[in-house]
């Protein structure tokens, strides 16, 4: 098991790749009926809470494998059996959102404890594998024990927040702190000496389809709202538009993911890959939580929410929103280069998410709310078709050169 060619040609995701997503899609799947159940109940804290932590434990597990098999993935025996142990440390993660959630929204403590316990069955498979590569590859040996050590440390923080349960507020506190902590591992054990031989291109493709995954969770929330305004009303032009918006929603948000040149950059500027790798978090988050934001819209449009439509609505639009400076966000810093230009079609994306949100606040149904929120990320699509995409190839020759 050691390093692969970073310079590789015709590098993708393998078979047992893509098996490993499929549990994500559970987990993904449970953070959002979770928030849109308390959502709808106008439970806002417990739900953005949960959602936040629940969601940032699913993103951090997929994306410690994903580097680690991206350089040194070999596809033997032991690596396909690892990989299966971490997939059982998923699915355990994902039975332990639901309690996450609730534990939240009573408010007393936090109840993590399926959600370590995936994650000590998960770092078992990776703490071992990083052993390996240590002992097999002395080119990588110091990054290697770098993280097992960093890992196996943070998993020891996990179980003595597990042990001591403190109170909510404390908990969750000590949570993010012991989230940030994480975030540095890679930081300090890649920057230690020579880093991990993780593939460009590879990992480029390995992000994008987690975001195709993750827009499943659009896909799923669309049908959801679309079966609901059946089941009042059966086929009608308010069904037809929930269909065609939140459609075109997961459509447009795809189209404007994949205008970022990620593997084109990276592949000459490596030391970019931590930026853009964090700041996918909230990519995913948001994506998800938009997912969850239709389910939302379902209960309302059954009359069973207790929110009203304008809350109902927001529950879309403020997750586009959160997407598109995500991804601006990441634009910049990966290029490192500002275009004005993102000014005019970011505030055009703004303004249609407010034109959104005023239509049913002046009395337009839900359904023309999602259907105008559908057409934020048009926005962008345009101005990449039209202006962008010159921008950015000028920008990618002048990295080139």
Avoid: K
Avoid at 64 to 83: C, G, H, Q
Avoid at 119 to 145: E, F, K, S, T
Avoid at 314 to 329: D, E, H, K, M, N
């Amino acid at each position: 098991m050691v390093g692969r060619d970073i310079g590789e040609r015709h590098r993708a995701a393998t078979p047992l790749e893509l098996l490993f997503d499929l549990t994500f899609v559970v987990a993904f799947s449970q953070a959002g009926s979770q928030a849109a159940h308390l959502l709808e109940l106008g439970h806002w804290g417990a739900a953005i809470t949960g959602f936040v932590l629940g969601v940032f434990g699913v993103i951090w597990a997929w994306i410690n494998y994903t580097w680690l098999a991206s350089a040194f993935d070999n596809d033997d025996l032991w690596f396909r059996l690892a990989t299966f142990v971490q997939m059982v440390g998923v699915i355990l993660l994902a039975l332990g959102i639901p309690a996450l959630f609730h534990s939240i929204d009573e408010g007393h403590h936090l109840d993590n404890v399926l959600l370590v316990a995936g994650y000590i069955v998960m770092r078992i498979a990776g703490i071992a594998l990083w052993l390996r590569v240590a002992r097999q590859d002395p080119a990588h040996r110091g990054a290697a024990l770098r993280y097992a050590g960093l890992v196996g440390l943070m998993q020891i923080g996990w179980i003595v927040l597990l042990v001591i349960d403190p109170p909510l507020v404390v908990a969750v506190t000590l949570f993010v702190v012991l989230g940030g902590l994480e975030m540095l591992v890679p930081m300090t054990a890649e920057g230690g000496g020579r880093s991990t031989p993780w593939h460009p291109h590879h990992i480029a493709e390995r992000y994008s389809l987690l975001t195709i995954i993750t827009l499943g969770e659009v896909v799923l929330g669309t049908v959801l709202s679309v079966s609901a305004v059946v089941e009042e009303e059966g086929w009608s032009l308010v069904a037809g538009v929930v269909a065609f918006g939140g459609t075109a929603l997961a459509f447009g948000l795809w189209w404007v993911y994949f205008m970022m040149p990620s593997a084109q950059v990276l592949s000459v500027r490596r030391e970019r890959s931590f930026a853009w790798g964090y700041g996918h978090i909230a990519i995913f988050a948001s994506i998800a939580a938009t997912g969850a934001g239709l389910h939302v819209a379902a209960y309302a449009i059954r009359d069973e929410a207790h929110i009203d439509d304008i809350a109902a609505l927001l529950t879309v639009a403020i997750p586009v929103g959160v997407f598109v400076v995500a991804l601006y966000v990441i634009y910049t810093v990966l290029l490192r280069a500002f275009d004005p230009f993102h000014l005019l079609l970011f505030g055009g994306t703004v303004l249609v998410l407010i034109a959104a949100v005023a239509a049913v606040a002046l009395g337009a149904p839900l359904s023309l709310g999602i259907g105008i929120v559908a057409l934020a990320p048009i926005v962008s699509v345009i101005g990449y078709e039209t202006v962008g995409h010159r921008h950015q190839a000028a920008l990618l020759e002048e990295l080139r050169a």
